[in-house]
């Protein structure tokens, strides 16, 4: 499957953005979504996952009450709603999927998917 992320920009502090993750190449709904960041100097982290229905989802502990994470199958896209945007949340943002049975965990770990989008890039002024 390919993966291209895109929703990223500026946005002051206190803001909100709307990711998109459109993908093509296979069925989507095989698929559970899962959206990474990386900001300058760190780690690709984990922000938050659905399943292949969108029934189940995952969050970090870190940005939980900011992020809701959504599909729809029938377009082929997840999205990643952020609220509240804070400085420390600039970064390049990633989609990535990884294909499995429906009754699995929602993967949260980053060498669990293996399908990644280009990113997308946030940044919050202060």
């Known amino acids: 499957v390919q993966l291209q992320a895109s929703g990223g920009g500026l946005v002051q502090a206190g803001g909100s953005l709307r990711l998109s993750c459109a993908a093509s190449?296979?069925?989507?709904?095989?698929?559970?979504m899962g959206w990474f960041r990386q900001a300058p100097g760190k780690e690709r982290e984990f922000v938050a996952a659905?399943?292949?229905?969108?029934?189940?989802?995952a969050y970090a502990d870190s940005i939980k009450g900011r992020l809701t994470i959504s599909r729809d199958n029938t377009k082929n896209t997840g999205y990643l709603h952020v609220s509240s945007l804070k400085p420390e949340d600039t970064a390049v943002y990633y989609c990535?999927?990884?294909?499995?049975?429906?009754?699995?965990?929602?993967?949260?770990?980053?060498?669990?998917?293996?399908?990644w989008g280009q990113g997308t890039q946030v940044t919050v002024s202060s």
């Open positions: 990535a999927a990884v294909r499995t049975i429906s009754t699995a965990p929602v993967p949260i770990e980053l060498n669990n998917y293996n399908y």
């Open positions: 190449g296979r069925t989507f709904s095989q698929f559970v």
């Open positions: 659905i399943s292949r229905s969108g029934s189940r989802t």
